[in-house]
């Protein structure tokens, strides 16, 4: 599985949960890519946030695998507050992918 990690100020957050997920193909099997998820409480205000980070498929030939992981994870976040996701896309800013972050994230 490629690799993906999350960050963060142990002194000013609270780490609530995390854990990581592969991607799933057309047939509901894992894919290599995953993205991991962490909810974080910050200590002194006691505000949350949740960050994914995501690892999208590389090379060209792919953008429709890059696109169907895009859609998995808008759909999975599409209701969550405070959100932020980064990653690497493995794509243009013009590409169907990225398209689908930002039509799911206005």
Same mark, same amino acid.
């Not at 200590?43 to 498929?57: D, S």
């Given at each position: 599985?490629?690799?993906?990690?999350?960050?963060?100020?142990?002194?000013?957050? &609270?780490? #609530?949960?995390?854990?990581?997920?592969?991607?799933?193909? *057309?047939? +509901?099997?894992?894919? *290599?890519? #995953?993205?991991?998820? +962490? @909810?974080?409480?910050? @200590?002194?205000?006691?505000?949350?946030?949740?960050?994914?980070?995501?690892? #999208?498929?590389?090379? @060209? +030939?792919?953008?429709?695998?890059?696109?169907?992981?895009?859609?998995?994870?808008? &759909?999975?976040?599409? &209701?969550? *507050?405070? #959100?932020?996701?980064?990653?690497?896309?493995?794509?243009?800013?013009?590409?169907?992918?990225?398209?689908?972050?930002?039509?799911?994230?206005?």
């Amino acid at each position: 599985m490629m690799g993906c990690s999350i960050y963060y100020n142990a002194q000013k957050f &609270e780490c #609530l949960e995390f854990n990581s997920s592969p991607y799933l193909d *057309s047939e +509901g099997g894992k894919m *290599s890519q #995953l993205y991991c998820v +962490g @909810k974080y409480k910050h @200590k002194e205000t006691g505000e949350t946030v949740t960050i994914a980070t995501t690892h #999208l498929k590389a090379k @060209k +030939g792919f953008e429709d695998v890059r696109t169907v992981q895009a859609k998995q994870l808008s &759909e999975k976040f599409a &209701e969550t *507050s405070n #959100l932020i996701i980064t990653g690497d896309m493995n794509d243009e800013p013009d590409s169907n992918a990225v398209a689908e972050f930002k039509s799911a994230f206005k």
